[in-house]
Every structure is written in structure tokens, then in C-alpha cells.
């Protein structure tokens, strides 16, 4: 039928996510990307607009895919908040070590990226990253950490998982990635306490928790 799409627009969409998500933005051509989804220019403009607007829906695309695997990863219950972080970097591992994606994370190569971006990919972007941060920041509380602590954690916790994108498209081994996770994981316990015997001071100024 005339005016009828002869292609799967979301499987095109797909396809422009991975192209994003192994150059990033200011590489990802319009050649890579009618290369990568396998249309042509007039199809790929006409079903998405322009590069920037392909980019917002591949990031949206993105975030639809993976980021209800990090709120059902942290919905819990968690033990501790040690458990919380361990188990939102075990889906960053998971996805790393995923053979049919791009290495690293295409939120994190986008952040890298800020200033190629136009004001509404740049508040996306900034969006969805605080909107990570939130989740477990939420998480961490549920697991019995102080609002300080719990602020504190999820924003090491979000540093980590870039950190862990960004050594994974260097070549860093699964191997050195679930160290830095598991070392990550290793906090203090952040729960308050009222009880003097939870720390022992030695000498003025010298606390030993």
C-alpha cells in the first residue's frame, strides 16, 4: 500500500540505539546510522526527524530497556545498604558482559559527550541520571541508611556504574570490573545508632568506628 512502512520501526530504532551507544553522539553519523539500521537517508528522516531527535528517542529507547532492571534490582528488601549497591552494580555487570550490546553504557558515553548535545538531549540526559540517583537513593533508605549516608552512597554508587561503563570500553576484563563493583559494595554499616558503645575513641581527636 502506498505510504506503508516497508521496515520495522522499532527494530530500525533499536539498531540507531546501538549506533549512539558504540560511537556516541558526535560520531554517529548520519552515514553510521543508515548504515547501521539498513535505511536509507529519506526513510531514516522521515520515521525519526532529525539526528538530534533519533538521538532523544534512541535515549529513551535506552532507558525503557534497562532502567526498570535497576528498580526491580533494587525494589528488594536489601539487608543492608552494602546489599543495595552490590546489587545495582551486579545489572551494570550484567549488561556489560552482554555479547550483542555495545560495550559501556550509552547514558554514560552521552554524559561524556554534554557539550555536542542540544538543550533538550543535554536535560534528558542530566534527567535520567538524576532520576538513577533517586532510585537509589530511596533504595538505600529502605535498607536502613541515614538520609546523609544515603545520599552519600547513591552518588558513589552512580559514579561507580560510569566508571565501570567507561573501563569496559577500554578493555578492562569482566574480571576487573566485578572488583571494582565488589569493592564498592564494601561500605561501613551506615545505619544509625544511638548506643555509645558503637564507637571507641582512643586519644583526643581519634575515633574508631
Given at each position: 500500500?502506498?505510504?506503508?512502512?516497508?521496515?520495522?520501526?522499532?527494530?530500525?530504532?533499536?539498531?540507531?540505539?546501538?549506533?549512539?551507544?558504540?560511537?556516541?553522539?558526535?560520531?554517529?553519523?548520519?552515514?553510521?546510522?543508515?548504515?547501521?539500521?539498513?535505511?536509507?537517508?529519506?526513510?531514516?528522516?522521515?520515521?525519526?526527524?532529525?539526528?538530534?531527535?533519533?538521538?532523544?528517542?534512541?535515549?529513551?529507547?535506552?532507558?525503557?530497556?534497562?532502567?526498570?532492571?535497576?528498580?526491580?534490582?533494587?525494589?528488594?528488601?536489601?539487608?543492608?545498604?552494602?546489599?543495595?549497591?552490590?546489587?545495582?552494580?551486579?545489572?551494570?555487570?550484567?549488561?556489560?558482559?552482554?555479547?550483542?550490546?555495545?560495550?559501556?553504557?550509552?547514558?554514560?558515553?552521552?554524559?561524556?559527550?554534554?557539550?555536542?548535545l542540544d538543550a533538550e538531549g543535554q536535560a534528558m540526559v542530566r534527567a535520567m541520571i538524576d532520576g538513577l540517583r533517586a532510585m537509589l537513593e530511596q533504595s538505600l533508605l529502605a535498607a536502613g541508611a541515614d538520609e546523609p549516608s544515603a545520599a552519600e552512597l547513591a552518588l558513589c554508587t552512580l559514579a561507580t556504574n560510569k566508571s565501570l561503563a567507561v573501563l569496559s570500553r577500554a578493555g578492562f576484563s569482566g574480571e576487573d570490573l566485578a572488583t571494582v563493583a565488589a569493592a564498592a559494595a564494601r561500605i561501613p554499616d551506615t545505619t544509625p545508632t544511638t548506643s555509645s558503645s558503637a564507637m571507641d575513641t582512643h586519644g583526643p581527636g581519634e575515633v574508631v568506628w
Open positions: 500500500m502506498a505510504g506503508r512502512k516497508q521496515f520495522d520501526v522499532d527494530e530500525a530504532l533499536r539498531r540507531a540505539m546501538h549506533v549512539f551507544w558504540r560511537w556516541g553522539y558526535s560520531e554517529a553519523s548520519i552515514d553510521r546510522l543508515t548504515e547501521g539500521t539498513g535505511l536509507g537517508r529519506s526513510s531514516l528522516y522521515g520515521t525519526f526527524g532529525d539526528k538530534s531527535t533519533l538521538f532523544r528517542k534512541s535515549l529513551e529507547r535506552y532507558a525503557q530497556t534497562y532502567h526498570p532492571l535497576y528498580d526491580q534490582a533494587l525494589s528488594g528488601p536489601h539487608p543492608s545498604p552494602s546489599a543495595v549497591v552490590a546489587a545495582y552494580l551486579q545489572v551494570t555487570l550484567n549488561r556489560i558482559a552482554d555479547p550483542t550490546v555495545p560495550d559501556g553504557c550509552l547514558l554514560t558515553v552521552s554524559a561524556t559527550q554534554f557539550p555536542a
